[in-house]
T-cell receptor, first 110, second 115 residues
Framework: GENVEQHPSTLSVQEGDSAVIKCTYS??????FPWYKQELGKRPQLIID?????GEKKDQRIAVTLNKTAKHFSLHITETQPEDSAVYFC?????????FGAGTRLFVKA | DADVTQTPRNRITKTGKRIMLECSQT?????MYWYRQDPGLGLRLIYY???????NKGEISDGYSVSRQAQAKFSLSLESAIPNQTALYFC??????????????FGEGSRLTVL
């Protein structure tokens, strides 16, 4: 019910390549799916979000897709840059309670 | 700048001691949260509050208590600290429920070490 499964836990890509992080959930109450980026030693900050009535949203090099029927959503980062290196968290929100995935540590090699 | 402020930022204590982590915000948000972060486990919700008279347990509330002293203040207490409560603790706020955006704004974190 409450958990969000996030994969992979670690991802290493070459600069310029794409990165994809996937999350799954099991409840039916969640209606808002944010993604947070946490740089080393910093606080998590929202980078993109999607609501349950939308299938895809894009903001420059990042995009998020949601399949509400299958209960999974994904973050796509294109043309990765070294400054994209960070920990990324997916999350689900229902009733203003936000539950996070375990995080993906992304390394972008120059 | 309107922000979320946590004190202390770092604390080392001994097993059995009582510890309080404090959070204050100038964003005017109704919703406040406490999360703990452990490597490989992400951010886990401890308690959350929608207003001064509303307190809700999260995923891992055992061993913790909270107090919402005012709309802008939300404190987390460990009545008798134990080593497995060593973690990075984050306070977060959320916008008014009527807007339903869901975004959380985090403080800078409080690193707690229990020896």
């Amino acid at each position: 019910g409450e958990n969000v499964e996030q994969h992979p836990s670690t991802l290493s890509v070459q600069e310029g390549d794409s990165a994809v992080i996937k999350c799954t959930y099991s409840d039916s109450a969640s209606n808002y799916f944010p993604w947070y980026k946490q740089e080393l030693g910093k606080r998590p900050q929202l980078i993109i979000d999607i609501r349950s009535n939308v299938g895809e949203k894009k903001d420059q090099r990042i995009a998020v897709t949601l399949n509400k029927t299958a209960k999974h959503f994904s973050l796509h980062i294109t043309e990765t840059q070294p400054e994209d290196s960070a920990v990324y968290f997916c999350a689900k929100t229902g009733g203003f309670k936000t539950i996070f995935g375990a995080g993906t540590r992304l390394f972008v090699k120059a | 700048d309107a922000d979320v402020t946590q004190t202390p930022r770092n604390r080392i204590t001994k097993t059995g001691k009582r510890i309080m982590l404090e959070c204050s915000q100038t964003k005017g948000h109704d919703r406040m949260y406490w999360y703990r972060q452990d490597p490989g486990l992400g951010l886990r919700l401890i308690y959350y509050s929608f207003d001064v008279k509303d307190i809700n347990k999260g995923e891992i509330s055992d061993g913790y208590s909270v107090s919402r002293q005012a709309q802008a203040k939300f404190s987390l207490s460990l009545e008798s600290a134990i080593p497995n409560q060593t973690a990075l603790y984050f306070c977060a706020t959320g916008t008014d429920r009527s807007l339903n955006t869901g975004e959380l704004f985090f403080g800078e974190g409080s690193r707690l070490t229990v020896l």
